[in-house]
């Protein structure tokens, strides 16, 4: 297959794991430049953090659209770095991989800057080298790299970035953050990593051999429900952005607080126990929770 045949197939195997995000991608209603744009994003954070996995398809395909020999392409850190060889092409020159070619009209409509899409890079790349998070702070500094890039390019993309809206949007995403960390604990712990800090789990007497068991124990579920609550509690404060906003770009962001609300209420309804697998809230929680924060009752 050459490169131009793979193309397509390498941003559909990519771009087609939208629909499992706890949050609205690109929804229908809104225009298609903005769904067009918010797309390419999504294509390079969803790829970037595949790479940070592990969890690229076989074959090597995209390893091979960036450049990189068959006997490198399992070393993480070589494909982080040809990546992010690959992005700064997207400013300057013209990107190896399809999905690159795909963000560079964005970039260049909506005058984005390198900064969030290499917070990204620099995210997984931590991933790499820290499996463990002592403090809280420390977690957050995480998620200042790998999800509060993400609701900047979103107001990067829409026009509608100030520094009030920043500051919200990071609450916002940090949340959503710790939000799939704790539905992940079993598959984190499978790639030898933990999101719960340290001193939380200290704290609630977790050990981490607790967090391979198929159920959660007591100890276990109290840690869960109190960053539980740490996530709702920034939730809430980053809720006003919705606000700030008017038209479908008001639906989007309530989608996003939507999708953060519902799923900690999924968590919840498993009895905070997120071992035999990630509780996933249903279409209709997350309506309901939409409605309710576009009412302005939440």
Known sequence: MTRTDAAPHLERATLDKAAAENFPVAPFFLPRDWRDDLMAVYGFARLVDDIGDGDLAPGGADARALGVSAADAADRLVLLDAFEADLRRVFDGTPRHPLLRRLQPTVRRRSLTPEPFLGLIAANRQDQLVARYETYDDLLAYCELSANPVGR?????????????????????????????????????????????????????????????????????????????????????GAPLVGSVHGRLKLLLAGFVAGGRAAIRAIAAAEYDVLPGPPRPGKVQLLREAGVILRGEG
Do not use: W
């Open 153 to 237: 390019l979103v107001l990067g993309v829409t026009g509608t970035s100030t520094p009030e809206r920043i500051r919200l949007s990071d609450a916002i995403c940090t949340a959503l953050q710790i939000v799939e960390h704790l539905q992940d604990v079993a598959e984190d712990l499978g790639r030898d990593r933990i999101y719960l800090p340290a001193e939380d789990m200290k704290r609630f007497h977790v050990q981490e051999t607790d967090l391979a068991a198929k159920t959660a124990g007591a100890s276990v579920r109290a840690l869960v429900a109190y960053e539980a609550q740490r996530a709702r509690d920034l939730l809430n404060e």
